[in-house]
Nanobody
Framework: EVQLVESGGGLVQPGGSLRLSCAAS????????MSWVRQAPGKGLEWVSA????????YYAESMKGRFTISRDNAKNTVYLQMNSLKPEDTAVYYC?????WGQGTQVTVSS
């Protein structure tokens, strides 16, 4: 059974940082690219970032470039999202995704 468990969300002030983690199990982790997707209150899903199976290639939505960094540790079956210079518009539930599988999400709230 595929499981994706996100953690690391919370309340942070504008300009602050958070590091999200997604622990994966139930599949061969280093066979797959991984993605982060978010959903802001009252809005649809928004793709955030993706990373190739070995971490050699990373991709970002335009509004996240230079602020967010995706990485993975295949020995730990975990993918990370380092988020810096956070803005109120980054407030959302952040989900980890592989193929058709999703985690439960972790809430990120950026507010003073």
């Amino acid at each position: 059974e595929v499981q994706l468990v996100e953690s690391g969300g919370g309340l942070v002030q504008p300009g602050g940082s958070l590091r999200l983690s997604c622990a994966a199990s139930g599949f061969t982790f280093d066979d797959y690219a991984m993605s982060w997707v978010r959903q802001a209150p009252g809005k649809g899903l928004e793709w955030v970032s993706a990373i190739s199976w070995n971490g050699g290639s990373t991709y970002y939505a335009e509004s996240m470039k230079g602020r967010f960094t995706i990485s993975r540790d295949n020995a730990k079956n975990t993918v990370y999202l380092q988020m810096n210079s956070l803005k109120p518009e980054d407030t959302a539930v952040y989900y980890c995704n592989v193929r058709m599988y999703w985690g439960q999400g972790t809430q990120v709230t950026v507010s003073s």
